[in-house]
């Protein structure tokens, strides 16, 4: 009991309690580089502040952002999952597919979020049950779920969607506000309920800081994993839904390279690589700051490869800054 109460009151400190404080540190510095990225974009093209123009900027980072809010708590929890572009992947074949045999739309987004979880599933039990880092299982499921859909569709494409299924791609709530765009906030809400205002946040986080510790605390740590790579599947799902519905066919290299950019969003975000902390606040706002940097650099026509290069420096900036700070703080002491 004594064990439960520690882990719970860790978990706490690192969660609710502590939020103002990493709001004024991380949280901080990310909100300051989003409003100075946001002024160069606005002197450097008269077209950035155009609504509809900023609109259609939200499709570039949306689909990738439902997937970095669950791929949080993974991390936040000492797992990753490589594999989630080529699960959207997969996912969009599964649709095509039954979209080609005559399905409903409903069904064909079931069977998007069911083949996204069994794919979860899949990488959850390599990892749990055979006790493989999930690094090297996500690598071996990535190369698996996408030369599937390789096989699958060789130079094809799948495009015999019915009328309406166009809508959670394209469609628009209200005024210049995208399905994709309020529908991602609404899981940003809800994910910040759930790893920070309850018991399955408290015990991500204790998971996080030490496993063993967590589970001699009572805590089943396999099936807290496994349940976070199923929800991980699960979103995958539905970004592919939404990325299918938007571009209105399913191709093979559907997603392509997306896994860099989601890793990047959730490790910009402040969560730790090596796992036990982070926050939904975080992740959010540095959802904002690389879609406006990427439509930034869009509208000054730089080249795609010339944004993968930023991102990857950015990820590789990140995850070096703390260790630099740490050595600096060392040396100076």
């Known amino acids: 009991m004594d064990g439960i109460m520690s882990q719970t009151t860790q978990a706490k400190a690192t969660t609710g309690v502590s939020w103002t404080s990493r709001f004024k540190t991380w949280e901080a510095f990310l909100l300051l580089i989003t409003a100075a990225v946001f002024v160069l974009n606005t002197l450097a093209s008269p077209y950035f502040l155009d609504p509809w123009n900023l609109s259609d900027a939200t499709f570039n980072f949306t689909e990738k952002a439902v997937v970095a809010l669950p791929l949080a708590l993974l991390i936040i929890c000492r797992e990753i999952d490589l594999s989630v572009a080529s699960i959207i992947a997969l996912c969009s074949v599964v649709m095509g597919l039954l979209a080609e045999a005559g399905f409903s739309i409903p069904l064909l987004v079931l069977g998007s979020l069911i083949a996204g979880t069994l794919c979860g599933l899949l990488n959850g039990v390599l990892v749990t049950r055979f006790d493989i880092p999930s690094i090297v299982v996500t690598i071996g499921t990535m190369s698996l779920f996408r030369g599937i859909t390789y096989i699958i569709l060789g130079d094809t494409a799948l495009k015999s969607y019915p009328s309406g299924f166009e809508y959670f791609g394209q469609g628009y709530v209200y005024w210049v506000f995208s399905f994709e765009f309020v529908s991602f906030l609404v899981l940003a809400a809800v994910f910040y309920f759930l790893l920070h205002r309850t018991n399955f946040g408290r015990r991500t986080y204790a998971i996080g800081n030490n496993p063993t510790a967590a589970f001699y605390s009572g805590i089943n740590v396999a099936r807290h994993r496994l349940i976070l790579f199923c929800l991980v599947g699960l979103f995958c799902g539905l970004a592919s839904v939404m990325l299918t519905s938007r571009l209105g066919s399913t191709r093979p290299t559907i997603a392509l390279g ?76």
């Open 258 to 333: 997306w896994e860099l950019s989601i890793i990047t969003m959730v490790v910009l975000g402040g969560v730790n690589i090596l796992g036990g902390s982070g926050t939904i606040s975080g992740v959010v706002i540095a959802v904002f700051l690389m879609g406006m940097v990427t439509f930034g650099l869009g509208l000054l026509n730089v080249p795609g490869i010339v944004m993968s290069i930023i991102i990857g420096l950015m990820l590789i900036a990140v995850i070096a800054m703390p260790i630099l700070l740490r050595r600096f703080k060392q040396r100076r002491s």
